[in-house]
């Protein structure tokens, strides 16, 4: 954790725990969570399990796995420096969250076809084929209508970044 103060640490650390708790609602692990929240958070750009233990307060050994986990997903990157005995861990914050919901949408079309599994088997002539059928319609909505936001997310990005620099950029 760079350094700060006690009082911004503390404003970070319940920052970190409360995303954190949404990241968990959402269906991530705990541990993983609050990884994630703690590095998109800190201003540091790279960690050492260690240094995530210290900045969260908790055991390395309950860092291990939530690495590992955040990098399997492709939230975290695993780099070590020459001469270095410690994996580095890295935020990949270009697109971190596009990129994060194109994944999703593989989820999304995984969870169509299954549904569309279940309608070969009942048909829409019964309530629970009309609710599958419903269902289906709704996620092949979403995967469409995620991946044409996801389209649109750079032109958004630049223009909300021009703005945060104060420079007003047109829809």
Known sequence: MADVGDDERI????????????????????MPARVLAYALA?????????????GLGVSPAAISGAVRQLVQVGLLVREREPGTRSDLYVLDDRDLWSRFMTAELASLHRFEEAVAGGLEV??????????????????????????????????ERD?????????????
């Open 11 to 30: 404003a970070l650390l319940r920052f970190v725990e409360r995303f954190a708790l949404v990241l968990r609602e959402a269906g991530m692990a705990p």
């Open 42 to 54: 800190d201003d540091a750009d790279r960690y050492t399990a260690g240094d995530l233990a210290r």
């Open 122 to 155: 009942l048909g829409t002539e019964r309530p629970g084929g009309r609710r599958l059928a419903e269902t289906r319609d709704f996620m092949a909505f979403l995967h469409q209508e995620l991946t044409d936001a996801l389209a649109r997310w750079p032109a």
């Open 159 to 171: 223009r909300l970044a021009g703005e945060r620099d104060g420079a007003p950029v047109p829809r």
